[in-house]
């Protein structure tokens, strides 16, 4: 059974810095397709960023430059460190995974319960 468990939300002010993890069980971090992902009320889920099995990264624009994503395969676990954080970035962090970016929406995704950012101005 595959799980992955988010932590590390919480309320910051503009400017601050937050540390997402995302502890993975029932895969191996360092074999899947993962990202992180944020939804806020009444909009679309968006991508923030992705890494690829290689760890090759793909970045939304507005996230460059402010965010970081890792692999701690020692510990399967994903991080996401996000520094000058904006009170746009408040939302739900959601980790994902799969084999394959084609199937991180699909059935063959796995997505963890999500974790709260909010940052306040």
């Known amino acids: 059974q595959v799980e992955l468990t988010e932590s590390g939300g919480g309320s910051v002010q503009a400017g601050g810095s937050l540390r997402l993890s995302c502890a993975a069980s029932?895969?191996?971090?360092?074999?899947?397709?993962m990202g992180w992902f944020r939804q806020v009320p009444g909009k679309e889920r968006e991508e923030v960023v992705t890494?690829?099995?290689?760890?090759?990264?793909t970045y939304a624009d507005s996230e460059k430059g402010r965010f970081t994503i890792s692999k701690d395969n020692a510990k399967n676990t994903l991080y996401l460190q996000m520094n000058s954080l904006k009170p746009e970035d408040t939302a739900m962090y959601y980790c994902?995974?799969?084999?394959?970016?084609?199937?991180?929406?699909?059935?063959?995704?796995?997505w963890g319960q999500g974790t709260q950012v909010t940052v306040s101005s």
């Open positions: 029932g895969i191996t971090v360092s074999t899947y397709y």
């Open positions: 994902a995974a799969a084999l394959f970016r084609a199937w991180v929406e699909s059935t063959r995704g796995y």
């Open positions: 890494i690829t099995s290689d760890g090759s990264t």
